[in-house]
């Protein structure tokens, strides 16, 4: 007998952290001192945040240099970073806090951020909703997937990579009590970066390979 996939939903509740930056230093000196949930907001929370004024930027340090410090070689060295191939967020600290000390190291000259536009370390606090709807079988998550909101696609691609002990999405992780038939599919949805595409994307492309598997299936 297997477990339904139930569909939960998810809000990210932003909290100050009361560290700010206004220069390039202080921002280092903010990143070794802030918990490791403030690196997981302004990389990953971003992508449940609407935006609608840049989109260049995938995480919140590589537009705050690039719009309030105006460093564009540094805001692009920042933005090429991607979380998703650190294995945890202390591996991910130590990368941006390298990549901005060597920024440091070139430059004499030291930019301000106004002082209306410092930044703020903020953190963040997941509240998850339980949808009331249920999966039973792979044929139905093809079809369902479609339809969930983006919270649904946060919460069961990104913020299941990080919950212990499984650190998977939880697509995966439901598809392989169906057995070895899905191993092939598990492998493909492995395979999707979630950072560099907003979640209507990334929900487009999980239900693409989850739909598509299912219908070589169904013609075999």
Not at 104 to 126: G, I, K, N, S, Y
């Amino acid at each position: 007998m297997h477990e339904p996939f139930a569909i939960r939903d998810c809000a990210l509740v932003a909290i100050a952290t009361g560290q700010r930056a206004q220069t390039l230093r202080e921002l280092r000196d903010g990143l070794l001192r802030v918990p490791r949930e403030s690196i997981y907001y302004h990389f990953w929370g971003r992508l449940l945040r609407p935006r609608f004024d840049d989109t260049e930027f995938h995480n919140d340090f590589a537009a705050w240099t690039r719009h309030c410090l105006h460093d564009e070689t540094l805001a692009e060295r920042l933005a090429v970073i991607d979380p998703a191939d650190f294995t945890d967020l202390e591996e991910l600290r130590h990368e941006l806090v390298e990549v901005i000390e060597n920024r440091l190291d070139e430059t004499d000259v030291m930019q301000f951020a106004r002082r209306d536009r410092q930044f703020h370390f903020r953190r963040c606090q997941t509240v998850v909703f339980d949808t009331g709807n249920r999966v039973c079988d792979p044929q139905a998550l093809a079809q369902a997937i479609p339809a969930m909101s983006v919270g649904s696609v946060y919460y069961h691609v990104i913020d299941a990579r990080w919950r212990e002990p499984v650190r998977t999405d939880d697509f995966r992780t439901w598809l392989r009590q169906f057995g070895r038939k899905y191993g092939p599919l598990c492998d493909e949805l492995a395979g999707v970066d979630p950072y560099f595409s907003n979640l209507a994307q990334l929900r487009a492309e999980i239900g693409r390979l989850v739909g598509a598997f299912i219908d070589r299936g169904a013609a075999r």
